[in-house]
T-cell receptor
Framework: GENVEQHPSTLSVQEGDSAVIKCTYSDSASNYFPWYKQELGKRPQLIIDIRSNVGEKKDQRIAVTLNKTAKHFSLHITETQPEDSAVYFCAAKLTTDSWGKFQFGAGTQVVVTP | GAVVSQHPSWVICKSGTSVKIECRSLDFQATTMFWYRQFPKQSLMLMATSNEGSKATYEQGVEKDKFLINHASLTLSTLTVTSAHPEDSSFYIC???????????FGDGTRLSIL
């Protein structure tokens, strides 16, 4: 089955700096990669996603890059703000699964200090 | 759009009781719903996949008789934790998606505490 590894587990950044989280996946057939942000005790919220036919996608301060050959994808947050503090999860959709199951990474606790 | 409502948000009950959690898609029809369990500071662990009108598919290690899932309509799936014990205490989250579409949309979660 699919295995998704996420690094780092914790990330502390100064406000205004950039944050990068990296995930690797094992199934080369995986074709959809979402990123979710989860604040303490709340629902995971989709912040950006990318499909396997695209190498990069950007939405304001957030971008995701995908390297299919190396089987890794990364989340980039620029000009970080205190409200970016949360846990971020990457996921990969299992292509072989007709129901669209996700395999989630372990999560990255991001702390943005003013 | 794509709002998923989960109820209740918090449950505290005695050991041995059964607890039902509801997951509703409010503005779309969800052919597939997923149930996750999340322990503190850990990732989302998929428990089962629920499809409308058919039996749920459980992940390895998840007891079918312990966690009963019903997906009776395109907008409602329920998870019943039967004979709950303290080790069942956790944060349970559902998600839903439209057939053939991504992503999964999550509910607010249910914090279950078994005394």
């Amino acid at each position: 089955g699919e295995n998704v590894e996420q690094h780092p587990s914790t990330l502390s950044v100064q406000e205004g700096d950039s944050a990068v989280i990296k995930c690797t996946y094992s199934d080369s057939a995986s074709n959809y990669f979402p990123w979710y942000k989860q604040e303490l005790g709340k629902r995971p919220q989709l912040i950006i996603d990318i499909r396997s036919n695209v190498g990069e996608k950007k939405d304001q301060r957030i971008a995701v890059t995908l390297n299919k050959t190396a089987k890794h994808f990364s989340l980039h947050i620029t000009e970080t703000q205190p409200e970016d503090s949360a846990v971020y999860f990457c996921a990969a959709k299992l292509t072989t699964d007709s129901w669209g199951k996700f395999q989630f990474g372990a999560g990255t606790q991001v702390v943005v200090t003013p | 759009g794509a709002v998923v409502s989960q109820h209740p948000s918090w449950v505290i009950c005695k050991s041995g009781t059964s607890v039902k959690i509801e997951c509703r898609s409010l503005d779309f029809q969800a052919t597939t719903m997923f149930w996750y369990r999340q322990f503190p500071k850990q990732s989302l662990m998929l428990m089962a996949t629920s499809n409308e009108g058919s039996k749920a598919t459980y992940e390895q290690g998840v007891e079918k008789d312990k966690f009963l899932i019903n997906h009776a309509s395109l907008t409602l799936s329920t998870l019943t934790v039967t004979s709950a014990h303290p080790e069942d205490s956790s944060f349970y989250i559902c998600s839903a998606r439209v057939a053939g579409q991504q992503p999964q949309h999550f509910g607010d979660g249910t914090r279950l505490s078994i005394l």
